[in-house]
Structure formats: C-alpha cells, structure tokens
C-alpha cells in the first residue's frame, strides 16, 4: 500500500496484479469486501508514455493510472486483498455515511480524490497517499487554468503544506520532502501566486540531491521567472528557454 510520490513517474499504486502504468486493459471482478455485490476494475499489462507533464502528468496511450476495483453497490475501493473484521467495521462506518456517499454521487469528484479520503479516514500515514491528490488534479490534462482547476490546486496546496509540516514524524523523509516542494512551487505558479512558487523551487533545488531530475526544477524556475502560469510538459523545456 506505500506509494512514495519519488517513484511517481512509475507510479506505485501496486493493487493486487494491476500496474497502473499500462495500456492493454483487461475487466477484473472480485467480492465486494463492504456490503454486498462485486467490485469491478480493470488490470493493464502495457502502456506507451512519450512526454510527462511539470506536474508529472504521465502523457501517452494507457498512460494514466487506474484506480483499485470499486464496489458496485456503495463506491468503496478495494485497494488491497485482505481485510481484518475490524477494518472493515470501520470502513462501513465511513462508506455508508452521506459524506462518503455524497462523493460517490458527485460525478465531478475522481476516483483518487475518494481513496484518498478513505486512506485518511482509515488513519494511514500520510506518506502512503498524499501522491493520490496529485493523481486527482490530473483529470485536467493540459487544460489551462480554470476557476475549476484553481479550486482543486488550491486544495492539494493546503493538503501539502499540512505535509510538510507533520512529514517529520517520519524517517528518511528528504527525498518526500523535494518532490512535496517542486510540487507546490508547480501548482503555486500554475496559480499565479509566483513568489511562493519561486519559495518552494529554491528550497526543492537546494535541497534535491539526485531525488529529481534538475531538468524539472530548471525549467519551472524559468518559468516562475517569467511568470508564465501555462501547463507544460519537460520536452518543451529546451524550445521553451532558447
């Protein structure tokens, strides 16, 4: 279940056989573990990536990850194979209450931003999720900057600053901590809010010892200069800054 966001470009939601990086899709059905009725999904066994966005939007056929099977019945995501009585006690709990199921409701919520929530409710340590918010404002693709997208930025920018904070509860947490700050100087700049961008850039890059290719961070610290809040992708790094 631990998906560290340093390994996001082969993204690590490791779910049963499914790789999240692929592109040949197969239907999976499996017992819904809360309630009753199937939980269906899909398994990919290949994929093709040719570009990869500054937010590490993976770009190419089958290239966007797959959510775990859901429940038919209520919207839970089985994320693993086994659970204890008393996790799935208090799972139901939480999937049948209206706050979950009114997610399940709201077509506009993604299906990382609920097993998110569900991870969050479960008391899960942060490292184990917080790529799953950067996940979920990948259903923008390279759209530009919408009141809806900023809405949703603006979210994952809370929740990540809350990260930093506690993040040093736990061993070994530098190379979370580079990608947490070239994240949030991303989704400040793409927000227009380019002094704290410009924060977040300097502290990734002086801190990044080989955690990030410093192709990324030259290439959004020019473009926090320049104040340019467009989507990008790194192959436009070169064309962009000559």
Request: proline share 4%; hydrophobic share 35%; charged share 25%.
């Amino acid at each position: 279940m631990e998906c560290f966001i340093r390994k996001i470009l082969t993204l690590c939601l490791i779910l049963f056989t499914l790789n999240s990086w692929a592109g040949t899709s197969q239907l999976i059905v499996i017992d819904c573990p809360i309630g009753e009725g199937k939980a269906v999904g899909k398994t990919r066994t290949s994929y093709s990536q040719f570009n990869t966005g500054l937010d590490f939007l993976p770009i190419g056929p089958g290239a966007f990850p797959v959510p775990p099977p859901e429940c038919e019945e209520n919207g839970f995501f089985v994320y693993k194979k086994n659970f204890s009585k008393d996790e799935v006690k208090k799972l139901e709990n939480f999937i049948f209450s209206d706050d979950y199921q009114n997610l399940v409701k709201n077509e506009n919520v993604s299906s990382f931003f609920k097993l998110a929530k569900i991870y969050e409710y479960m008391e899960y340590p942060i490292l184990d999720y917080y790529d799953l918010y950067l996940v979920d404002i990948w259903k923008f693709g390279k759209v530009e900057n919408s009141e809806e997208y900023k809405k949703t930025a603006n979210q994952i920018i809370s929740k990540y600053e809350k990260v930093i904070v506690t993040i040093g509860l736990y061993p070994d947490t530098s190379k979370h901590l580079v990608y947490i700050n070239y994240l949030l100087a991303e989704l400040y700049r793409r927000t227009g809010e380019f002094e704290k961008a410009a924060e977040k850039i300097k502290w990734a890059s002086k801190n990044n010892y080989n955690d990030l290719d410093e192709e990324f961070i030259d290439f959004q610290r020019y473009l926090i200069n320049k104040k340019n809040s467009k989507f990008y992708v790194i192959r436009q790094r070169n064309e962009i800054m000559n």
